[in-house]
């Protein structure tokens, strides 16, 4: 199976804000890396796939780059909103594989 | 618009049998790849099985032999039976509709709410 880690697991940070989160594979996997937010008691939500397309109605403010087995989402201007767990996904190889989450805190 | 309402879950004893489904609205399910993925109390999310939209289906190694999938497009629902529950099985179990598949695997653009299992004496 393909390991997907994130860093940081955790992250504090404030309103306004520039926050980058990074995922890594174990071996490549192209442009088959999607990204996740969940807030607390809610279903994941599909932010970002193929590594920077957007997904109807993310706000214009997370984007996502890399290729192969280096990724990052970011975003460029943190909302109140936007505190929530990120999680990255492959899509390049069965089975599919999550990263361990990053849990982005409110400074 | 696109919903997914997922039912079935509760409270089973290790050994016991539960059965989860998962009723789609706004699109016609049979013709996307469908899947369940889970999440144990505070921890990440783990793929359990995928059913591709021509019949073939995929299973996590930690269930294989005691889940299957299976549709029923006629319903536009999605079924997991689950058999031999484990307390290792306790979870969040939420359905999701795949796009940009390539075999069992695939992002997931709509998820349901979410069905707790929980596996305890």
């Known amino acids: 199976d393909i390991q997907m880690t994130q860093s940081p697991s955790s992250l504090s940070a404030s309103v306004g804000d520039r926050v980058t989160i990074t995922c890594r594979a174990s071996?490549?996997?192209?442009?088959?890396l999607n990204w996740y937010q969940q807030k607390p008691g809610e279903a994941p939500k599909l932010l970002i796939y193929?590594?920077?397309s957007f997904q109807s109605g993310v706000p214009s403010r997370f984007s996502g780059s890399g290729y192969g087995t280096d990724f990052t989402l970011t975003i460029s201007s943190l909302q109140p909103e936007d505190f929530a767990t990120y999680y990255c996904?492959?899509?390049?190889?069965?089975?599919?594989?999550f990263g361990q989450g990053t849990n982005l805190e409110i400074k | 618009e696109v919903q997914l309402l997922e039912s079935g879950g509760g409270l089973v004893q290790p050994g016991g049998s539960l059965r989860l489904s998962c009723i789609a609205s706004?699109?016609?399910?049979?013709?996307?790849?469908m899947t369940w993925v889970r999440q144990a109390p505070g921890k990440g999310l783990d793929w359990v099985s995928t059913?591709?939209?021509?019949?073939?289906?995929y299973y996590a190694d930690s269930v294989k032999g005691r889940f299957t999938i299976s549709r029923d497009n006629a319903k536009n629902t999605l079924y997991l039976q689950m058999n031999s529950l484990r307390a290792e099985d306790t979870a969040i179990y939420y359905c999701?509709?795949?796009?940009?598949?390539?075999?069992?695997?695939?992002?997931?653009?709509?998820w349901g709410q979410g069905n707790m299992v929980t596996v305890s004496s």
């Open positions: 193929a590594a920077s």
């Open positions: 706004g699109f016609t399910s049979s013709t996307y790849t």
């Open positions: 999701a509709r795949g796009r940009g598949c390539s075999g069992g695997t695939c992002y997931f653009d709509y």
């Open positions: 059913s591709d939209y021509s019949g073939g289906t």
């Open positions: 071996q490549s996997v192209a442009n088959c």
């Open positions: 996904q492959q899509s390049y190889r069965t089975p599919p594989t």
